[in-house]
């Protein structure tokens, strides 16, 4: 295989030049700042992506206190930002779930995923000594400061306040959302940021993959968390083009420049004669439902690059902790590839009710409720990869099966929104919002969690507190289920999204009790997550120690030191099998086969032709 | 701590299935639908949502016993090793093919319903020919114009046109149709009670149609993001007899047409 040829060759010259690297002090800035080594990049994008967790936790408990205390004085962050005397104002409000799910899907699902574990991960994984480009690794990193400085700046100009998805007109007539003036612009280019250092990771990670794996690390041994960030980085290269575009386009038209620039402001997006605010109508000829397509055709997608990952990852840490290899290892990868083919062409449930030709509401219905399909599979298969292993109940495993348990919730509840006729009256409630965060948060975040435990170890050299990590577990799953499983209810009864006061409608007066259940829930779940810091921080300096491979893992990371040093191998490693030989009984002595074992057991092939090459 | 964690994570989908029972079976909770609903489509959209729910109630409790079942097994596990298995190809077709017939068959069966809500084609006859209003919806609130008695709702407002606002009148048992444009931004047209929704989308006109089954006053929300002021585009739907709609459309006629001299009613009479 050539690209295995091309990945010794070039792991060799890298090791040469590393010998001579390592005896050179880097400064400080080189070293944790202005890196260019993977592992220091993930941690950066670990960090990073920790803190902005915090900020959009707090935003959504600015969200649930407005709705379980409507217009009552917010604590702690009261004084700090409402301008109506401590309340959440209704302009406040639209801005802080807008923030929120901006933060939390640009800031810390999808950078947590593909650039704090994708870089940690692959280069390690595979037994590259470091990422194909690393200028250009650093350089995704630091393009998120200027985003995270436009949605900074975005806060100070008052928040944007289109929500997340930003339709327009509302996102792009200044008059439509006064409050929002500046704000709107600084968050679609803090998006169009995001998006290039996204495109950086991507390229670079599928370069990488194609090109840098060790010698013998086939495609079909690649650990499942590779196949899931590989599949990510070719989702975000396709899709992201157009959300980029798309964004510019709306920049464009909510521009009014004088002078010899006023040709560049253009209507993409706007009808005529739209009277907005009793402004002058718009003149125009555009279309705001172009919008909608452009952007789900980039967000839909984005889902799934929010939750392969953590397919992936989840799938790892399950059968090391199962003992077990993984149960269907080519229908996991087949099914991952179909999820994110299938991915593309999903787009319109979102608009069932937008008013797009309604033949189009059908086609788009199939192709939905049939992405149910590889999702189940995956279940069936860590189900299958439970039973008959020897389990040890640490937080790793237990975050693996809250993310198996929640993703069969948000997985089964998806199919009422993927019927077109029950989603006329389900859509845009609360049914939504329980669905989708049993997505991102109870699937993919559980999946993190038991990551950051799991490769804490690789990263730091020292292991997280169990007892710590056990409690915010528990803590966060009571907290997540209160929080998020009533939502299912309010959705039924009709309550919808983004109501400042939901109150005011007679139909929904009752549900203020429930609500205030969930916002009891939420606040549980939101402090949890100082455990999850303190330990972290405090196991970076006082955690037990862990050697070279603390859970008896067989992938190639496990063979490096703890943490790796620069150019990550000492010995350059080479695959002789698939990553979950777990329990083989070729191997008599332990039950784990690490990948860069070059034991091949005894000359009895049987097993071996079995099960050897999967 | 093997046996809490087992009980732990069976425990947790008991309740869920526990909650949901109860919400759905106590409506005076209210945690379920709005009562039910006085469309007959309404009916039949629920009976699809059921539809759902069962089959996924009934996949949710599967993959969880099993799920609880090989938790409790591997916790208890006194073999040495775990069962080397790369997994069974048969399985594999088995959950491959079984869900994709069910999914299939609850992607095609929802086909009817939808296209009777959405296609035009299928609208009932007397509604498509005389949409009964034109609502509007502009930040805040909801503008309604009813063609004169008598007349046809034209494209272009007429001078004899009849206005409201944040009160949609409809008689029951025929079905109606409305044509639905917005005035500035995105809005959607949610009859909750109706199971009707409807984005409202600058630059289009989009017609919609119910036949309410039941007298009374159902609320009218905004479903989509339309600004800071979202939440306070109440308005409501008030689904009357036949005779109740034609008396309403002549006060507001005659409200209309009052010059300020002759008393309000005496302009009714004069019109009639």
């Known amino acids: 295989m050539s690209a295995v040829g091309v990945a010794h060759e070039h792991g060799h010259e890298q090791e040469h030049a590393h010998g001579a690297h390592g005896h050179h002090q880097q400064s400080f800035m080189q070293k944790y700042v202005f890196s260019t080594d993977h592992k220091m990049i993930g941690m950066q994008f670990l960090f990073t992506t920790l803190l902005m967790l915090m900020v959009g936790g707090a935003l959504a408990l600015g969200v649930r206190w407005q709705l379980a205390f409507p217009w009552t004085n917010m604590p702690i962050f009261g004084p700090l930002f409402a301008n109506a005397g401590g309340q959440i104002s209704p302009e406040f409000y639209t801005m802080l779930f807008t923030m929120h799910a901006t933060v939390m899907i640009f800031l810390v699902v999808i950078p947590v995923l593909a650039g704090a574990f994708g870089n940690f991960l692959i280069p390690l994984m595979i037994g590259a000594d470091d990422m194909a480009f690393p200028v250009l690794n650093m350089l995704s990193y630091w393009f998120m400061i200027p985003a995270i400085a436009c949605f900074g700046m975005s806060f100070v100009y008052g928040g944007a306040a289109a929500g997340w998805t930003s339709y327009p007109l509302l996102s792009e007539l200044r008059v439509a959302a006064p409050s929002s003036g500046p704000a709107q612009t600084y968050w679609l280019l803090g998006v169009t940021f995001v998006g290039v250092s996204s495109m950086m990771g991507s390229v670079n990670y599928m370069t990488t993959i194609i090109n840098m794996r060790a010698p013998g690390m086939t495609l079909f041994r690649m650990p499942l968390t590779i196949w899931g960030m590989f599949i990510t980085a070719i989702l975000q290269a396709f899709a992201l083009p157009v959300l980029t575009a798309a964004g510019f386009m709306l920049l464009f038209d909510r521009f009014a420049f004088g002078g010899w620039l006023e040709g560049i402001h253009t209507v993409f997006f706007t009808p005529a004669g739209i009277v907005v605010n009793n402004a002058a109508p718009t003149v125009g000829g555009g279309q705001p439902l172009l919008w909608q397509h452009l952007f789900w055709f980039y967000s839909h997608p984005a889902v799934y690059i929010m939750l392969l990952p953590a397919m992936g990852m989840t799938s790892d840490m399950l059968a090391c902790m199962c003992r077990k290899p993984i149960f269907g290892y080519k229908p996991m990868v087949y099914s991952m590839s179909a999820i994110a083919g299938l991915g593309f062409i999903v787009w319109g449930h979102h608009m069932f009710t937008s008013g797009m030709n309604p033949a189009l509401g059908m086609t788009f219905m199939v192709s939905t409720v049939m992405i149910a399909l590889p999702s189940a599979v995956k279940v069936f298969n860590w189900i299958g990869t439970i039973w008959g292993g020897r389990l040890q109940f640490n937080t790793v495993t237990l975050h693996c099966i809250a993310f198996v348990s929640m993703f069969i919730v948000g997985g089964l509840s998806g199919i009422f929104m993927a019927a077109v006729p029950v989603d006329i009256y389900i859509h845009d409630t609360y049914i939504i919002v329980a669905h989708f965060h049993y997505v991102v948060f109870g699937t993919t975040m559980f999946g993190v969690f038991g990551a950051i435990q799991f490769w804490f170890p690789k990263m730091f050299g020292r292991k997280m507190n169990e007892s710590v990590g056990k409690w915010h577990f528990l803590l966060t799953y009571i907290g997540f289920n209160g929080a998020f499983f009533p939502m299912h209810m309010l959705g039924i009864a009709g309550f919808p999204r983004r109501y400042a006061d939901p109150y005011i409608h007679p139909y929904l007066e009752h549900l203020l009790p429930l609500n205030q259940f969930i916002t009891i829930s939420a606040m549980i779940m939101g402090f949890a997550q100082f455990l999850l810091l303190g330990n972290f921080v405090i196991s970076i300096f006082n955690g037990q120690k862990a050697g070279r491979n603390p859970w008896n893992a067989n992938g190639l990371e496990w063979s490096a030191p703890s943490p790796p040093g620069h150019g990550n191998f000492d010995i350059p490693p080479v695959c002789y099998r698939g990553p979950y030989e777990y329990s083989n009984p070729n191997r008599a002595d332990q039950d784990f086969w690490m990948q860069t074992d070059p034991n091949r057991g005894p000359k009895k092939p049987a097993e071996v032709v079995a099960h050897g090459h999967t | ?272």
């Open chain 2, 1 to 272: 701590m093997r046996k809490f964690w087992c009980a732990f994570f069976v425990f947790s989908p008991i309740v869920a299935i526990i909650y949901s029972i109860i919400s759905s079976m106590v409506p005076s909770l209210g945690w379920w639908f709005p009562g039910a609903s006085v469309t007959e489509l309404g009916q039949r959209i629920d009976n699809l949502f059921y539809l759902i729910l069962y089959i996924i109630t009934a996949v949710f409790i599967g993959t969880q016993v099993a799920m609880g079942y090989v938790l409790w097994r591997a916790s208890r596990s006194k073999d040495e090793r775990s069962w080397f298995s790369h997994g069974s190809h048969s399985l594999e077709v088995i959950w491959s093919v079984v869900p994709s017939v069910i999914l299939l068959f609850l992607a095609l069966y929802q086909m009817d319903v939808w296209a009777l809500f959405r296609v035009q084609a299928y609208f009932p006859k007397e509604a498509r020919e005389a949409p009964v209003a034109e609502v509007t919806a502009r930040q805040f609130e909801w503008r309604i114009r009813y063609p004169a008695p008598g007349k046809k709702l034209q494209l272009k407002p007429q001078s004899d046109d009849l206005y409201d606002v944040n009160d949609l009148h409809v008689p029951i048992n025929r079905p109606v149709m409305i044509q639905l444009r917005s005035e500035d931004v995105q809005h959607s047209f949610f009859l909750p009670h109706l199971r009707v929704k409807q984005d409202a989308v600058p630059g289009q006109i989009i017609p919609i149609w119910f036949k309410a089954e039941r007298q009374g006053i159902f609320d009218l929300t905004c479903a989509e993001l339309c600004g800071w002021g979202h939440y306070k585009m109440r308005a409501q739907l008030t689904a009357e007899r036949e005779a109740e709609y034609e008396a309403y459309l002549k006060k507001l006629q005659a409200d209309q047409n009052y010059d300020g001299h002759a008393t309000p009613s005496a302009v009714a009479k004069k019109d009639e």
